[in-house]
């Protein structure tokens, strides 16, 4: 199958439907780019951003990786964030993980998993930081949860401590870092309660996680 045939029929019908509906709307879509929010998400194929939050295309600015890291080496990440704030102006940075992540589970199994576990690695870190929690539950689905949801907060944590977020800050603009995780059992999104909305609270939350 060298064409996917069936995918561009989809589209078609897809595009169609969005026409019918507003007829102007791809003519308003390719004029601009304003977006409120910047997600990052995991690469995972069921947990896709625009369609949980039930927004259309243009609304949401995004950037998935497996399980949803912000490094500090990694470019990519980087200068996503950086074009968020600094060009596109977002108000909030969303950063949504999702139960039953395989990366997550994947870092904690301990195994040989090729090239990845140098990116798990920054997982396997952050366990040892919570070593004591994450044991102290009672079975591995447990165990697997409370990581997913720490890792959550550790990359908000991360992305209030680039350069592109202190700036803004710095310069008095309203800018929000969230951390959400998303259940795939039953499509629901839960707010982990780790907003950050300057400097001061971002020192907060370190103290938290």
């Known amino acids: 199958m060298r ?7 989809r589209n078609q019908r897809w595009a169609d439907s969005i026409k019918e509906k507003d007829p102007d709307f ?13 997600w990052i998400g995991c690469s995972d194929s069921r947990v896709p951003a625009t369609e949980i939050v039930d927004l259309m295309p243009g609304e949401i600015f995004v950037h998935r990786n497996i399980a949803n890291l ?4 990694d470019l990519n990440s980087l200068s996503v964030i950086q074009f968020a704030v600094e060009v596109l102006k977002v108000s909030h940075i969303i950063v949504c993980g999702h139960y039953g992540c395989g990366g997550v589970k994947a870092a904690l199994e301990g195994a040989n998993h090729g090239l990845i576990d140098n990116w798990l690695q920054f997982i396997r870190d ?10 102290a539950q009672p079975d591995e689905p447990a165990r697997q949860k ?10 908000v ?4 401590q680039t350069t592109f977020v202190q700036n803004a800050w710095e310069s008095g603009r309203e800018l929000n870092v969230h951390g959400w995780i998303y259940d795939i059992a039953d499509g629901i999104l839960r707010d982990l309660d780790v907003t950050v909305t300057g400097r001061r609270e971002s020192m907060a939350i370190r103290r938290k996680i």
């Open 3 to 9: 064409t996917l045939k069936h995918l561009f029929d």
């Open 26 to 38: 791809f003519t308003r879509l390719s004029k601009q780019q304003a977006p409120q929010y910047l």
């Open 70 to 73: 912000v490094v500090h080496s």
């Open 126 to 135: 952050n366990y040892r930081q919570h070593q004591a929690l994450v044991d």
């Open 146 to 155: 409370i990581m997913c949801e720490l890792n959550v907060m550790e990359q």
């Open 157 to 160: 944590w991360n992305v209030c």
